[in-house]
T-cell receptor, first 114, second 116 residues
């Protein structure tokens, strides 16, 4: 069984400020972890993923995430927010073996103020 | 490369009516998924196909929902009769069936269903 908790349904930052979106997971087997972004009236787009190897993962649009096994976390960061980053962000976990269907978190809405 | 196509983009119906959604996956993607995304929640898997066979439909409310992928390419999801709680965005996704790539799903824009 696996689950994802995204802390904070809304995160508000100023343009140019650090973005930090939190994700904690639980999984009975080594996880694969994902961050997706969803712009209004669009489907989900993969930002980045962790499978094995390097725990710091870089994705598109300047985002990165770090897998911390001891903290069961996979927080998403970006050094400097841009207005175009305003969207819904979903963290997801899937098992490294067996069923690979991801379990999604409830999402965090990122609001960027000018 | 064309993405996952879905239609219609929006649909408004009254409860007890029926509705159908269509999805055309990325060319060559053997695996196709239908997700339900209720407002304020993450997507939840309804059904997974590999080619024209069902892999997982354990979360599909089979008394009212049905899905098919007859020729292993495009797919249709139907709800009959619809209930108020079916109001959601229905997302279609596809992926390659190759080991290591099956977890990378590509999503369509979704169909927003409103049941009145």
């Amino acid at each position: 069984a696996q689950s994802v908790t995204q802390l904070g349904s809304h995160v508000s930052v100023s343009e140019g400020a650090l973005v930090l979106l939190r994700c904690n997971y639980s999984s009975s087997v080594p996880p694969y972890l994902f961050w997706y972004v969803q712009y209004p009236n669009q489907g989900l787009q993969l930002l980045l993923k962790y499978t094995t190897g390097a725990t710091l993962v870089k994705g598109i649009n300047g985002f990165e995430a770090e897998f911390k096994k001891s903290e069961t976390s996979f927080h998403l960061t970006k050094p400097s927010a841009h207005m175009s980053d305003a969207a819904e962000y979903f963290c997801a976990v899937s098992a490294s073996g067996g069923s690979y269907i991801p379990t999604f978190g409830r999402g965090t809405s990122l609001i960027v103020h000018p | 490369e064309a993405g996952v196509a879905q239609s219609p983009r929006y649909k408004i119906i009254e409860k007890r009516q029926s509705v159908a959604f269509w999805c055309n996956p990325i060319s060559g993607h053997a695996t196709l998924y239908w997700y339900q995304q209720i407002l304020g929640q993450g997507p939840k898997l309804l059904i997974q196909f590999q080619n024209n066979g069902v892999v997982d439909d354990s979360q599909l409310p089979k008394d009212r929902f049905s899905a098919e992928r007859l020729k292993g390419v495009d797919s249709t999801l139907k709800i009959q009769p619809a209930k108020l709680e079916d109001s959601a965005v229905y997302l279609c996704a596809s992926s390659l069936a190759r080991p290591g790539l099956e977890r990378e799903q590509f999503f369509g824009p979704g169909t927003r269903l409103t049941v009145l």
